[in-house]
Each structure stands twice: as C-alpha cells, then as structure tokens.
T-cell receptor, first 109, second 115 residues
Framework: SQQGEEDPQALSIQEGENATMNCSYKTSINNLQWYRQNSGRGLVHLILIRSNEREKHSGRLRVTLDTSKKSSSLLITASRAADTASYFCATDTGSRLTFGEGTQLTVNP | DVKVTQSSRYLVKRTGEKVFLECVQDMDHENMFWYRQDPGLGLRLIYFSYDVKMKEKGDIPEGYSVSREKKERFSLILESASTNQTSMYLC??????????????FGAGTRLSVL
C-alpha cells in the first residue's frame, strides 16, 4: 500500500519562483526521504530527514517534517527550468521504503 | 558513485513469453529491490532481497519471481508475460552504513511492453 501521498499532483511555476510540495503519511517512521525523477529515468535521492528532526536544508532544498501531523514538505527556492521533474516522498519504517505517487513539477523559463 | 545498471532500457515481448530483467550494482550493497511504476499508481514494490539467495515479497508479487545468486545481481522474472505487465520497471539497491543505509540508488529503468 502507498503510505505517502503527495500534494499537489502537478505544479507549474515560473523560473525564479519557489515550489512547495507536501507529503502526508499514515504510520510511524524512522525517516522520510525525497527523491527526484526526470522523465523516463530512475529516481535520484535528494534529502533524508530523520524522525527527530524538524527541518533540514541542502542547497536550494528545504525539507520540514511534522511527525505529530504525519506530514512533510519540500521547498525548492529560486527554481530553474532544470528542476522540472517528478518529486516523490518515501517513508522509511525500518524494513523498506514506501513511495508516494509523486508531484510533477514544471518550471517554465 | 553508486552505479545500478539495468540490462535493457526498452524491451518488447509477446504474451506468454518468459522475460528476464537483470540488475547489477557495484557498491556491495546488501539490499536490492524491484519496483514497477505506472501512471497514477506511483512506485509499487514487487520483490526485495536482503542477502544472497534471500527474497521477500513486496506489495504486488503475483506473476513475478526473482533470483539473487550473487550479491551484485538481482533478476526479475516474468514467468509468462501478460499485457497487464506492460510497465516501467525500476531496480534499486541500498546498504551503505549508518543512517544512510536505507537510501536507495536506482537504475535508469526498463520500459517493458508486452504485446
């Protein structure tokens, strides 16, 4: 079963704007990860946030985690056309990852 | 860098054929995974393996089997391909030490069409 659910399903913005994607999940987790997938390719790991962390940064990426609400958000600042891709959250419950259905981000030049 | 290699990018097979999808990783990872990805359904786990000759069913194992005879290689087998197995198949591996041990590294994917 898919534990993570991303919102929105699709997002279209202009270059330079910020993009925010949300992920909700149902059970307790060890950590939550975000992945990116360019069209027709495999997924690439972006960032991992542990269950005892609330916020994490990596370059233009900012991830937050609220375990009380069982939700996470991924913020991409100052977006670029090259950020166009699908973004997936994945919850780690210890034995495996469970992926959401993804958010398709389109950044228009 | 971790490299996960899937043997084919595109594959076309006929209904009833036996299909082998091969995956090789070069980082001595213990864990390997097979997913299928379909529009609107995200990634669904088919099978995974934590060690050589070991396998565990994922969420949708029906119609599939796997083989892990060597640590670096994990094969997905469609015993008798059907049209509803037309999909993108993704292989992944994980197993680095510490908190990163469950970060998965993916191959480029195999787009399988069953006619």
């Amino acid at each position: 079963s898919q534990q993570g659910e991303e919102d929105p399903q699709a997002l279209s913005i202009q270059e330079g704007e910020n993009a925010t994607m949300n992920c909700s999940y149902k059970t307790s987790i060890n950590n939550l990860q975000w992945y990116r997938q360019n069209s027709g390719r495999g997924l690439v790991h972006l960032i991992l946030i542990r269950s005892n962390e609330r916020e994490k940064h990596s370059g233009r990426l900012r991830v937050t985690l609220d375990t009380s609400k069982k939700s996470s958000s991924l913020l991409i600042t100052a977006s670029r056309a090259a950020d166009t891709a699908s973004y997936f959250c994945a919850t780690d419950t210890g034995s495996r990852l469970t992926f959401g259905e993804g958010t398709q981000l389109t950044v228009n030049p | 860098d971790v490299k996960v290699t899937q043997s084919s990018r595109y594959l076309v097979k006929r209904t009833g054929e036996k299909v082998f999808l091969e995956c090789v990783q070069d980082m001595d990872h213990e864990n390997m995974f097979w997913y299928r990805q379909d529009p609107g359904l995200g990634l669904r786990l088919i099978y995974f393996s934590y060690d050589v000759k070991m396998k565990e069913k994922g969420d949708i194992p029906e119609g599939y089997s796997v083989s892990r005879e060597k640590k670096e290689r994990f094969s997905l087998i469609l015993e008798s391909a059907s049209t509803n197995q037309t999909s993108m198949y993704l292989c992944a591996s994980s197993g680095a030490g510490g908190p990163a041990k469950n970060i998965q590294y993916f191959g480029a994917g195999t787009r399988l069409s069953v006619l």
